[in-house]
């Protein structure tokens, strides 16, 4: 597109242009000694629905035979009609989907002339289909306000995003702030399967996207936002299809196929551990705190979280916590968390039954870890301190000594091994109950 305002800077004393296939115009008398002024705005803007024009100039000390002349760079700019003081002409609707802009020259005779530019704004359709666009997004946790529902981030682009909304080459964005009761999976992040519809009241309920955080973006100089005034976003084994309507009164629709994992462009896997060597503990008399949160995941299997402390009256010292799962049909029993379990791996689909999950991806505070600690506070920056990304771990009884064996490796790939012992369970919490009431076994 030309740079029509550094013509407006160039162009001062211009003779009169002609298309190649049309004859030179007659040779014009000179104009030196005459004003020709140019009375309009020197840049015209026009909607995409384009409208009649006028340029409005005067000529003092005019000459006789000169003529006022002007010549446009576009087809799109047409129907000159000259007069003594004023040039009427048409700007023809858009339907490019983007900013044009045009230099209409007038001249005056042999020595005189002035610029006019023309700006039209983008066309803008009605109803938007996209049949290829590319998915990113990220999986946000679990929200602190609704207790039992997940919240996914999912973007679509042309080219990708580097972020959540930073985007260096995609000219528009679709992003979606979904709510979801299902997790996908403890591994791989990626939206459930389900329907989901706008929340307008953003309350982040089941089965919708907030109309906070959701909107459409077009990037550029051009560019603008936009929010949804409806929509449903549909996701299968297939793909995911969305039907939405933009406050501009636009109604967007998206075909998506292909992989939904959720990641961004050039995002790279990171690893949390602080650990630079293989790592062993063992010891008697530990405190151990368990935590039983029923079908927390949505998944078919109750979730339960143990964990042990070093040293409990001053809650210092190394910290474990294993989330496991297990059948649900054993429900809040005692002793229903003793047995063996490995790391949940993508290759055992949707068969969660006793496994823990590992703390790779999402961190301590829903997964499996290790932190040092120090008056009762956390501190991840210390060594060691480190996700529990695969291997094994054995929770057995005899008489009243628990015994919790764990031979797993960091997210590094270091060694992470021990056998702990307590005498009998210090707390045991109910989470589903409000009051998080102990339970005497």
């Known amino acids: 597109m030309k740079k029509l305002f550094t013509l407006l800077t160039l162009l001062t ?89 045009a230099t209409i020259i007038v001249a005056y005779g042999q020595s005189k002339s ?48 580097k972020g959540a909304d930073d985007s260096q080459t995609s000219s528009y964005l679709y992003r979606f702030n979904i709510y979801s009761e299902r997790l996908h999976g403890l591994v791989e992040d990626a939206v459930p399967n389900g329907e989901y519809s706008l929340d307008v009241r953003n309350h982040g309920k089941k089965d919708s996207f907030m109309a906070d955080g959701s909107f459409y973006k077009l990037f550029g100089e051009e560019g603008y936002t936009v929010e949804f005034t409806s929509g449903t976003v549909t996701v299968t084994d297939d793909g995911i299809h969305v039907v939405a309507e933009t406050e501009d009164g636009r109604t967007h629709e998206i075909n998506y196929t292909g992989s939904k994992k959720l990641s961004y462009v050039d995002a790279v896997e990171k690893t949390h551990s602080t650990l630079t060597d293989n790592f062993s503990f063992d010891k008697d008399n530990v405190y151990i705190r368990c935590y039983y949160y029923g079908d927390y995941y949505g998944l078919g299997y109750d979730n339960w979280s143990i964990s042990f402390i070093e040293d409990n009256s001053s809650f210092s010292g190394l910290y474990i916590v294993f989330n496991i799962l297990i059948d649900k049909s054993l429900g809040y029993v005692p002793d229903a968390f003793l047995g063996e379990y490995p790391a949940y791996t993508l290759d055992r689909g949707t068969n969660y039954a006793s496994t823990f999950i590992p703390g790779t991806r999402r961190g301590y505070s829903s997964y499996s870890w290790l932190v040092e600690c120090k008056n009762g506070l956390f501190d991840y920056s210390l060594e060691p301190s480190s996700p529990l990304a695969s291997g094994v771990i054995r929770f057995t009884k005899e008489d009243n000594t628990y015994t919790i064996e764990y031979d797993c490796k960091d997210d590094k790939g270091f060694d992470i091994k021990g056998t702990v012992r307590a005498n009998g369970i210090g707390e045991i919490y109910d989470v589903r109950d409000p009051e998080h009431p102990k339970s005497g076994f």
């Open 114 to 161: 002035f610029v006019v530019g023309i700006r039209q704004k983008a066309y803008v359709p009605s109803e938007v289909t996209l049949n290829d666009c590319l998915l990113n997004g990220s999986f946000e946790g679990r929200d602190t306000v609704a207790g039992t529902i997940f919240n996914y981030v999912i973007s679509f682009t042309d080219n990708g995003l």
């Open 13 to 101: 004393v211009t003779a009169v242009a002609c298309n190649e296939d049309n004859e030179r115009p007659l040779a014009q008398p000179d104009t030196s000694q005459s004003t020709f002024t140019l009375l309009s705005e020197s840049v015209l803007e026009y909607d995409a629905e384009g409208g009649h024009g006028k340029i409005q100039y005067t000529i003092e000390n005019p000459v006789e035979g000169a003529l006022v002349l002007p010549t446009v760079d576009v087809d799109w700019v047409t129907d000159f009609y000259v007069t003594s003081s004023e040039i009427s002409f048409y700007v023809e609707a858009s339907t490019v989907e983007e900013p044009r802009e």
